[in-house]
């Protein structure tokens, strides 16, 4: 009869020494290391050895409990992540508690944000004092969570909502504006940052954000970005440094990125499947002929790669417009589509407002007299309207396809059924909030709680531990 502990796929411990009476550990035989959820590593010398102070969030999706702690570094250690990339961590001694037996054993210091589990339990830590069962959870007892509001009461920060983060560049902008409002109106913290003036310390034992005058910007519940297309490079760099910090946000930046490229949303799109006008691309002025014929001659649409707000759209009316334009753009090494010119549509289309894949508001868009373009940004009107079952699903498919989370999704209705035009992954609030009456930048804040877990209650909002 062994006398190892018998442990499952994740169990309670406790790190005393750390002041964590319970934390979830992730049980990896696979992994020779264990690890602890660690942020804000800051390393210094004490009687000629060096120490590490440090923070922990021990609770999952839980910001609002932070332990800091202090600890003499045995060594810094290379460890190879589960994305294969090797990191240099520095590696603590810690006195462990697992069931009713204890034993020190070492940590590695990470941020986990982004794994879920705020610690892994690896085979070093386990030789010759545990099995571990695969298919067991919890095996030596479970926390409740009353058990772990109790014993984490007093470090919980007090809090009247999230620490929400604006990304984008004018705060007087009316969508930016009424996100503020908003969030500030449901009990959140609302702070405007600046895309150009944030820049990133890369660095994978304590990535951070730092915004222009040295402040390091911590404890940020979500972000939102609504990057302009102008600065689409350095702000998709911005978003993903909050992503690999573990923070939400409110459409990724690989997400962002294929919506600006338009070349490769419509590659999407057609790869899943959704009806599009049919659209061509050539890189030499050789294939310029072929390549009207190909979407059907003229009139056709031609649209720079990088366009936005109805900016970078030509309506060629003839074959030798057509082809004049296209030279040009070429001869200037910009990059365009040529797209087929549906008719029937009258110079009108649908924007569909996509939030948590769900259709949650439409207007129809009519371009000013003289302009085939529907946009509102060039002086077309728009009114509420209610779209059919086939386009409802054309606006969510086209969402999901680039992976966003909002999106203002334009479709145009022709003969052959609706067709997929392109996707806003920043769509304004201002003309279709005043078409249709609905608060979309309270909706996009709740999707923003959803995505967080965050309940609100009569008295006290807060995050919900899992």
């Given at each position: 009869?062994?006398?190892?502990?018998?442990?499952?796929?994740?169990?309670?411990?406790?790190?005393?020494?750390?002041?964590?009476?319970?934390?979830?550990?992730?049980?990896?035989?696979?992994?020779?290391?264990?690890?602890?959820?660690?942020?804000?590593?800051?390393p210094?010398?004490?009687?000629?050895?060096?120490?590490?102070?440090?923070?922990?969030?021990?609770?999952?999706?839980?910001?609002?409990?932070?332990?800091?702690?202090?600890?003499?570094v045995?060594?810094?250690?290379?460890?190879?992540?589960t994305?294969?990339?090797?990191?240099?961590?520095?590696?603590?001694?810690?006195?462990?508690?697992?069931?009713?037996?204890?034993?020190?054993?070492?940590?590695?210091?990470?941020?986990?944000?982004?794994?879920?589990?705020?610690m892994?339990?690896?085979?070093?830590?386990?030789?010759g004092?545990?099995l571990?069962?695969?298919?067991?959870?919890?095996?030596?007892?479970?926390?409740?969570?009353?058990?772990?509001?109790?014993?984490?009461e007093?470090?919980?920060?007090?809090r009247?909502?999230?620490?929400?983060?604006?990304?984008?560049?004018?705060?007087?902008?009316?969508?930016?504006?009424?996100?503020?409002?908003?969030?500030?109106?449901?009990?959140?913290?609302?702070?405007?940052?600046?895309?150009?003036?944030?820049?990133?310390?890369?660095?994978?034992?304590?990535?951070?954000?730092?915004?222009?005058?040295?402040?390091?910007?911590?404890?940020?519940?979500?972000?939102?970005?609504?990057?302009?297309?102008?600065?689409?490079?350095?702000?998709?760099?911005?978003?993903?440094?909050?992503?690999?910090?573990?923070?939400?946000?409110?459409?990724?930046?690989?997400?962002?990125?294929?919506?600006?490229?338009?070349?490769?949303?419509?590659?999407?799109?057609?790869?899943?499947?959704?009806?599009?006008?049919?659209?061509?691309f050539?890189?030499?002025?050789?294939?310029?002929?072929?390549?009207?014929?190909?979407?059907?001659?003229?009139?056709?649409i031609?649209?720079?790669?990088?366009?936005?707000?109805?900016?970078?759209?030509?309506?060629?009316?003839?074959?030798?417009?057509?082809?004049?334009?296209?030279?040009?753009?070429?001869?200037?090494?910009?990059?365009?589509?040529?797209?087929?010119?549906?008719?029937?549509?009258?110079?009108?289309?649908?924007?569909?407002f996509?939030?948590?894949?769900?259709?949650?508001?439409?207007?129809?868009?009519?371009?000013?007299?003289?302009?085939?373009?529907?946009?509102?940004?060039?002086?077309?009107?728009?009114?509420?309207?209610?779209?059919?079952?086939?386009?409802?699903?054309?606006?969510?498919?086209?969402?999901?396809?680039?992976?966003?989370?909002v999106?203002?999704?334009?479709?145009?209705?022709?003969?052959?059924?609706?067709?997929?035009?392109?996707?806003?992954?920043?769509?304004?609030?201002?003309?279709?909030?005043?078409?249709?009456?609905?608060?979309?930048?309270?909706?996009?804040?709740?999707?923003?709680?959803?995505?967080?877990?965050?309940?609100?209650?009569?008295?006290?909002?807060?995050?919900?531990?899992?």
């Open positions: 009869m062994t006398n190892k502990l018998i442990v499952g796929s994740e169990e309670w411990c406790s790190l005393p020494g750390l002041g964590l009476p319970a934390i979830k550990a992730r049980v990896d035989s696979g992994a020779a290391t264990s690890s602890l959820h660690a942020f804000n590593i800051v210094f010398q004490r009687d000629g050895d060096l120490w590490i102070s440090f923070e922990v969030h021990p609770l999952q999706n839980d910001r609002s409990v932070v332990v800091r702690h202090e600890a003499l045995l060594e810094q250690r290379g460890v190879r992540n994305s294969g990339i090797s990191e240099n961590r520095y590696v603590i001694r810690e006195e462990l508690v697992l069931g009713e037996q204890r034993w020190p054993i070492e940590l590695t210091l990470t941020n986990r944000d982004a794994m879920g589990f705020r892994l339990l690896g085979r070093e830590a386990m030789v004092r545990v571990v069962d695969p298919e067991g959870r919890h095996q030596l007892g479970d926390v409740e969570p009353a058990q772990l509001n109790s014993m984490y007093a470090l919980r920060t007090e009247t909502g999230l620490r929400i983060a604006l990304l984008a560049s004018d705060p007087e902008l009316y969508s930016n504006r009424r996100l503020l409002e908003e969030g500030e109106e449901r009990g959140h913290r609302m702070e405007f940052l600046n895309v150009k003036q944030c820049y990133m310390r890369l660095d994978p034992q304590n990535p951070e954000m730092h915004y222009r005058g040295g402040n390091v910007l911590e404890r940020i519940d979500a972000v939102i970005p609504r990057i302009r297309p102008s600065v689409t490079f350095y702000g998709c760099a911005i978003t993903r440094q909050f992503e690999s910090m573990g923070i939400r946000v409110l459409n990724a930046a690989e997400p962002i990125k294929r919506s600006r490229d338009k070349l490769l949303a419509s590659q999407l799109f057609v790869r899943h499947g959704l009806n599009m006008p049919i659209t061509g050539a890189s030499s002025p050789l294939d310029t002929k072929d390549l009207i014929k190909m979407v059907g001659g003229a009139p056709l031609l649209k720079l790669l990088e366009g936005a707000q109805g900016r970078g759209v030509v309506l060629a009316e003839t074959q030798k417009a057509a082809e004049s334009v296209i030279n040009a753009m070429k001869s200037l090494n910009a990059n365009l589509l040529v797209q087929e010119f549906i008719k029937e549509a009258g110079g009108k289309d649908l924007r569909c996509v939030i948590g894949n769900k259709v949650v508001s439409a207007i129809e868009r009519t371009a000013a007299v003289g302009d085939f373009r529907s946009n509102i940004h060039q002086g077309g009107s728009a009114q509420a309207v209610r779209i059919r079952p086939e386009e409802r699903k054309l606006a969510v498919a086209a969402t999901r396809a680039l992976g966003l989370d999106a203002g999704v334009d479709i145009i209705r022709s003969e052959r059924g609706p067709l997929l035009l392109e996707v806003n992954s920043s769509p304004g609030l201002e003309g279709i909030e005043t078409a249709t009456g609905k608060d979309l930048a309270g909706l996009m804040i709740q999707e923003v709680e959803r995505k967080l877990g965050w309940v609100r209650s009569c008295s006290t909002p807060a995050l919900v531990a899992s």
